[in-house]
């Protein structure tokens, strides 16, 4: 079964560093996202992206956060400088492009853990 | 997406069937009734989605009240390895909004 790979899986920085989380998308998707996930709570939305670009975006995802498909199969989060408050689980997903966004189903990655020191 | 009301927790008996209830009295006629779950240190998974007729699927079924006001998800047979956190999410048919919204959904705890 087609799956969504993540990396790093568990990522420890200072506080004020940049960090870069990557994600391999299933291939014949086309829409990315980030979710995000602090220990205890709700599962978070970042941004969506589409055809190149942020087609929507939450209020977490402030300055200090970009996204980038840098290639065809690679989709980054990276946050510039790192504050205490960004240590969670990052989960990116994707999905299908059908007309039909009601019945859109997304496929998330395992997740990767950043902690920030 | 439409705001759905979950309990906060159920507990099952494994091998047991599970109905794990969602009420949406706000949905429209084009919401899409989705379920996720997110097993323990793991990222969310798609169990079932459906619009008007009850669904079934390897994993789940889906029941949808007439009224479309509230579904259950059924666990045919829970295992140990059900015990998770179910969401139930509304999706609308094409507002060009594709990201899930989850709230806080029903930890499912399965005893042996």
């Known amino acids: 079964e087609p799956e969504v790979t993540q990396t790093p899986s568990h990522q420890v920085t200072q506080m004020g560093q940049e960090v870069i989380l990557r994600c391999v998308p299933i291939?014949?998707?086309?829409?990315f996202y980030w979710y995000r996930q602090i220990l205890g709570q709700k599962v978070e939305f970042l941004v969506s992206?589409?055809?190149?670009?942020?087609?929507?975006k939450s209020e977490i995802f402030d300055d200090q956060f970009s996204v980038e498909r840098p290639d065809g199969s690679n989709f980054t989060l990276k946050i510039r400088s790192t504050k205490l408050e960004d240590s969670a689980m990052y989960f990116c997903?994707?999905?299908?492009?059908?007309?039909?966004?009601?019945?859109?189903?997304?496929?998330f990655g395992a997740g990767s853990r950043l902690t920030v020191l | 997406d439409a705001k759905t009301t979950q309990p906060n927790s159920m507990e099952s008996n494994e091998e047991e069937p599970v109905h794990l209830p969602c009420n949406h009295s706000?949905?429209?006629?084009?919401?899409?009734i989705h379920w996720y779950r997110q097993l323990p240190s793991q990222g969310p998974e798609y169990v079932i989605h459906?619009?008007?007729s009850n669904v079934n699927n390897r994993m789940a079924s889906l029941a949808i009240a007439e009224d479309r006001k509230s579904s259950t998800l059924i666990l045919h047979r829970a295992t140990l390895r059900d015990a998770a956190v179910y969401y139930c999410?509304?999706?609308?048919?094409?507002?060009?909004?594709?990201?899930?919204?989850f709230g806080s959904g029903t930890r499912l705890q399965v005893q042996p």
């Open positions: 999410i509304l999706r609308t048919w094409d507002t060009g909004r594709r990201a899930l919204t």
């Open positions: 291939s014949n998707h086309l829409y």
């Open positions: 706000t949905i429209s006629g084009t919401d899409y």
């Open positions: 997903a994707s999905s299908g492009a059908g007309t039909n966004t009601g019945a859109n189903v997304l496929t």
């Open positions: 992206f589409y055809n190149n670009e942020i087609s929507e």
């Open positions: 459906g619009l008007t």
